[in-house]
Each structure stands twice: as C-alpha cells, then as structure tokens.
T-cell receptor
Framework: LAKTTQPISMDSYEGQEVNITCSHNNIATNDYITWYQQFPSQGPRFIIQGYKTKVTNEVASLFIPADRKSSTLSLPRVSLSDTAVYYCLVGDEGNTGFQKLVFGTGTRLLVSP | KAGVTQTPRYLIKTRGQQVTLSCSPISGHRSVSWYQQTPGQGLQFLFEYFSETQRNKGNFPGRFSGRQFSNSRSEMNVSTLELGDSALYLC??????????????FGAGSRLTVL
C-alpha cells in the first residue's frame, strides 16, 4: 500500500523559498508523484506532477531523487496567499488493478508577513 | 471550460436520514472519484467510477454508495446517517482516472452536517 508521510506543519515568511518533503518509501514503478494545494472549504487544486528528476512550472518545482522514495515541493518566494495545506499524492494499486490515489495528511503551510 | 460542479454545497440532516450528493465532471472527463474530508481523518478515498462502473472502493461501510450515469455525472448516497458522517465530501474528475498520471480536478465540495 503506497503511503506518504509529510511534516504536519511549516512556517515561513513572505519572500522566502519553502521546501516541503514527502516520503513515499513504497512507491511503485509506475506511480507518479502529484502535489495539490487546498484552501479552507475548497477542493484541492493541482500544483505539479513528476515521475523522476526535476519538474518546474510557473508556480513550483518538484525534485525527485533517483530512488524516488521521496520528493520535495519547492515554492519560490512565497506570499501570504500561499498559506494552505499541501498534499503529496502517489498512486495505490487497487484490487481491480486500477490505481486509486491516496492522500497523506498534508502539510499546513503558514506564511507570515 | 466549466469546472467540476457539486450540489448541494451545504446541507444539514439528522441521524438516520439519507443523503444524495451530485457531481458533474468536466466535459470529456470519464472518471469520477469521491473523497470524504474530516479534520480528524483528512482526505479519504471513497470510490471511483469510470464508464458507469465502480473500479475502486475505499474502506467505508456499505452505507456509502455511488453511481455514475452515461453522461459521466455521478451521485453518492449515504444512508442511515451517523454523526460521524459530518464532513466535506469532495468529487474529482479526470480524463481516464485509474492511473496516478491523471490529474484530478476537484469540485468545491458538499458540506454535510449531521445533527
């Protein structure tokens, strides 16, 4: 059963870079790693996805080491609006052979002025 | 294009009643999955549907059920409501689902309160 482990919470200040690491020791060969952001009373929103090495888009970077047992979401120069819960997601091979996505507990990021 | 639409957004029920929640996926998305979110348990997978068939199910009692229609719209039903069923129920759609490579698009959720 693929599971993820993330820090429960992190604090930062505006303008700083924030790195959130997720551990997924049992990741399967065909699993992708996806990060979502969630604000209160809203559904999670896709941030970034990767399989290996490094992926970068307009809002974040995702670093995945060669063994893929962990991944790090990097948010450059955070602002107050980045205060949210961040979830790391990997697939889980359900008993039908199709993957279901297992959310971890998430990391609550608080950005202060 | 329109996002994932969930109705109703808020509802209050009493113990023993049943509730039906609706989810309209993004046009063209064939996979719909449901999640329960509570402060204590976080986001938990309920089930996933694809082409009107349930492909995966989470560890929830049989009181939780769902279905998907030919237009990919989905409903979930909770019967004999318990206080512990109070939660935010989230629906997500994706093109094909069934693979971690498929990105989920979530709706805003249905907030259920059981009194």
């Amino acid at each position: 059963l693929a599971k993820t482990t993330q820090p429960i919470s992190m604090d930062s200040y505006e303008g700083q870079e924030v790195n959130i690491t997720c551990s997924h020791n049992n990741i399967a060969t065909n699993d992708y790693i996806t990060w979502y952001q969630q604000f209160p009373s809203q559904g999670p929103r896709f941030i970034i996805q990767g399989y290996k090495t490094k992926v970068t888009n307009e809002v974040a970077s995702l670093f995945i080491p060669a063994d893929r047992k962990s991944s790090t979401l990097s948010l450059p120069r955070v602002s107050l609006s980045d205060t949210a819960v961040y979830y790391c997601l990997v697939g889980d091979e359900g008993n039908t052979g199709f993957q279901k996505l297992v959310f971890g507990t998430g990391t609550r990021l608080l950005v202060s002025p | 294009k329109a996002g994932v639409t969930q109705t109703p957004r808020y509802l209050i029920k009493t113990r023993g009643q049943q509730v039906t929640l609706s989810c309209s996926p993004i046009s063209g998305h064939r996979s719909v999955s449901w999640y329960q979110q509570t402060p204590g348990q976080g986001l938990q997978f309920l089930f996933e549907y694809f082409s009107e068939t349930q492909r995966n199910k989470g560890n929830f009692p049989g009181r939780f059920s769902g279905r998907q229609f030919s237009n990919s719209r989905s409903e979930m039903n909770v019967s004999t409501l318990e206080l512990g069923d109070s939660a935010l129920y989230l629906c997500a759609s994706s093109l094909e689902g069934g693979n971690g490579a498929n990105v989920l698009t979530f709706g805003a959720g249905s907030r259920l309160t059981v009194l």
